[in-house]
T-cell receptor
Framework: DAGITQSPRHKVTETGTPVTLRCHQTENHRYMYWYRQDPGHGLRLIHY???????DKGEVSDGYSVSRSKTEDFLLTLESATSSQTSVYFC?????????????FGSGTRLTVV | QKEVEQNSGPLSVPEGAIASLNCTYS??????FFWYRQYSGKSPELIMS????GDKEDGRFTAQLNKASQYVSLLIRDSQPSDSATYLCAVSTGKAAGNKLTFGGGTRVLVKP
């Protein structure tokens, strides 16, 4: 089982406050991703990383920033949380075997912005 | 038009029957295809990957890929109540696109005893 943990698991925050979600992996995977999942929209890519300090935007990146200063940690920051960012956030790592490039997901962070 | 499309369901199947799920995608250069299962309140779990045309079997699951027609399907044989979940189809266009996966909206499957 790929070692990937997300923290916190649940968070309630107020509109306008900054929030940082953490994704930690223990298997030296190069590629890491942040998705959000909302009813009616499915999983949508926010940002991804292909190495330390190498990140790029996904389809719903507005209002979010990321950082990856170490291979094992990928941080997602909501600079000023809005109610539209209430969602379940999943971090994922990509398999490194040519026989399986699928993602393994963390357990998710349920974020509520009030 | 969404890049990856699935019927949202629910797809209701009796226990022991075959559940058939379909997924179509729009990007012809897509190279890798995946099926995930997601139980309510849980994270998606990879159940199948397929990279070339044809069928791939793993236990009770069979994935079928037809790149010419741009569809990928999943068959679940001998469906069990524990197979009741949402099944997500995901497509990747490979390294040039950062190995990003684009997901369909998912098909909810209900297996009735």
């Amino acid at each position: 089982d790929a070692g990937i943990t997300q923290s916190p698991r649940h968070k309630v925050t107020e509109t306008g406050t900054p929030v940082t979600l953490r994704c930690h992996q223990t298997e030296n995977h190069r590629y890491m991703y942040w998705y959000r999942q909302d009813p009616g929209h499915g999983l949508r890519l926010i940002h991804y990383s292909y190495g330390v300090k190498d990140t790029d935007k996904g389809e719903v990146s507005d209002g979010y920033s990321v950082s990856r200063s170490k291979t094992e940690d990928f941080l997602l920051t909501l600079e000023s949380a809005t109610s539209s960012q209430t969602s379940v956030y999943f971090c994922a790592i990509r398999g490194q075997l040519s026989s399986n490039y699928g993602y393994t997901f963390g357990s998710g962070t349920r974020l509520t912005v009030v | 038009q969404k890049e990856v499309e699935q019927n949202s369901g629910p797809l209701s199947v009796p226990e022991g029957a075959i559940a058939s799920l379909n997924c179509t995608y729009s990007d012809r250069v897509s190279q890798s295809f995946f099926w995930y299962r997601q139980y309510s309140g849980k994270s998606p779990e990879l159940i199948m990957s397929i990279y070339s045309n044809g069928d791939k079997e793993d236990g009770r699951f069979t994935a079928q890929l037809n790149k010419a027609s741009q569809y990928v399907s999943l068959l679940i044989r001998d469906s069990q109540p524990s197979d009741s979940a949402t099944y997500l189809c995901a497509v990747s266009t490979g390294k040039a696109a950062g190995n990003k996966l684009t997901f369909g909206g998912g098909t909810r499957v209900l297996v009735k005893p």
